[in-house]
């Protein structure tokens, strides 16, 4: 069979302690070009503790922005909570080198090596939400507090009517009364809905009266997006089952250990039909909650674009490595149903297996493809 050669993708490790903050809000609000000052400024809360500027936070929040390839950035966050307890948020990304596992994970002594299970990363979500909130990232669409006006509603009147439309569920709003009771499946969904209707606050006016906090007027929604899927694939990272959210916001099981680049790498292709449909099986087979159906269908993708390419994959391999390859995809229950199919096989293992194979070959065959066009090319000339 042809073999691909995948690279193993630099892993980004966070370790989050997040930070319970003050409300937020809004009349009698100073203007906006005294943001800045106000920022600067320390103030000391009635518990008598020393409280970090805010300008920390914002300089933290450029530098996911700034991170270049090889560089290692460390960005440390000292945030006060209501009761003026100091936490501290500490963001270790690092680009070309892979991750330090410390001493007890490296030698398997640390009982959470494989990750933690649910009820601590339900713990850390909803501590991770909670520090977003009180940033101003859920203002936009789920309003704020204000020592004046109350509760100041945002784009989403109802939360809760709103989360039970879109999921089909009820009982998961408000998160600090039902997060203790999710189920993986309720925290996936919970995630999905929350990178919906997260925005990065941008702008805005102090609202002085009783040290109220920022009103939030500006908000930029993908800047949003990028902070919460940071943080959020930090925290799932941290999970004994792995996932990831991607850049469309759905939460996909994580590639298995060494195939991280074959789905990073883009398709060496222009055809749009073969683009959508390897897309469209790289997604169904990688979705959360994909069922043995799912993946076989993602499975049956592929072998149809192997099929479109028939004639090129025998350019690739010798006859009987192809005869090997459409013989799976022809007389194991993928494409074909009939009494001749072979499907005496565990499922679950094999088809991913024929998934990857597919996959990485559908690669091979491509860039052969684009590798003889650009030698005719430079012939020609």
Request: glycine share 8%; hydrophobic share 35%.
């Amino acid at each position: 069979m042809a073999a691909w050669c995948l690279g193993i993708a630099n892993p980004v490790l966070y370790m989050i302690v997040p930070a319970l903050l003050t409300g937020s809000c809004c009349a009698g609000c100073v203007s906006a070009a005294r943001k800045s000052e106000l920022r600067k400024r320390t103030r000391e809360p009635s518990v008598g503790h020393r409280s970090i500027r805010s300008k920390i936070v914002d300089r933290a929040f450029r530098g996911s922005d700034q991170h270049q390839k090889g560089e290692q950035r460390v960005s440390e966050i000292c945030l006060l909570g209501r009761r003026g307890m100091q936490f501290w948020f500490i963001h270790t990304a690092s680009g070309g080198k892979m991750t330090k596992q410390f001493y007890s994970v490296r030698a398997g002594k640390n009982k959470n090596s494989a990750g933690f299970p649910l009820e601590v990363i339900r713990d850390l979500f909803f501590r991770l939400f909670k520090d977003l909130r009180a940033e101003g990232f859920f203002n936009e669409y789920l309003g704020w507090y204000c020592v004046d006006q109350g509760d100041v509603p945002g784009l989403i009147s109802s939360p809760d009517l709103d989360m039970m439309l879109k999921l089909r569920k009820d009982g998961l709003w408000p998160l600090d009364e039902k997060y203790a009771f999710y189920a993986e499946e309720d925290l996936l969904d919970v995630i999905e809905y929350l990178y919906s209707i997260v925005s990065k606050p941008i702008d805005g006016t102090y609202h002085s009266f009783n040290d109220c906090g920022m009103h939030w007027e500006t908000f930029n929604k993908h800047e949003g997006e990028k902070v919460f899927r940071e943080k959020i694939n930090g925290l799932l990272d941290l999970y004994q089952v792995k996932f990831e959210l991607s850049e469309t916001g759905d939460v996909m099981h994580k590639p298995d250990r060494g195939f991280e680049a074959i789905f990073a790498a883009d398709t060496p292709t222009k055809d749009k039909n073969i683009r959508e449909r390897i897309d469209s099986a790289v997604a169904q087979y990688r979705r959360h909650g994909s069922n043995l159906d799912d993946r076989r269908q993602a499975v049956r993708d592929l072998a149809d674009v192997l099929e479109y390419l028939r004639p090129q994959v025998k350019t690739v391999l010798d006859n009987k490595d192809e005869n090997d390859l459409f013989n799976i995809a022809n007389n194991f229950g993928i494409r074909h149903h009939n009494d001749k199919q072979k499907t005496g096989y565990d499922a679950a293992l094999w088809l991913s297996w024929m998934f990857y194979i597919f996959l990485s070959t559908i690669h091979v065959v491509l860039r052969k493809i684009n590798s003889g066009s650009e030698e005719r090319g430079t012939r020609r000339k």
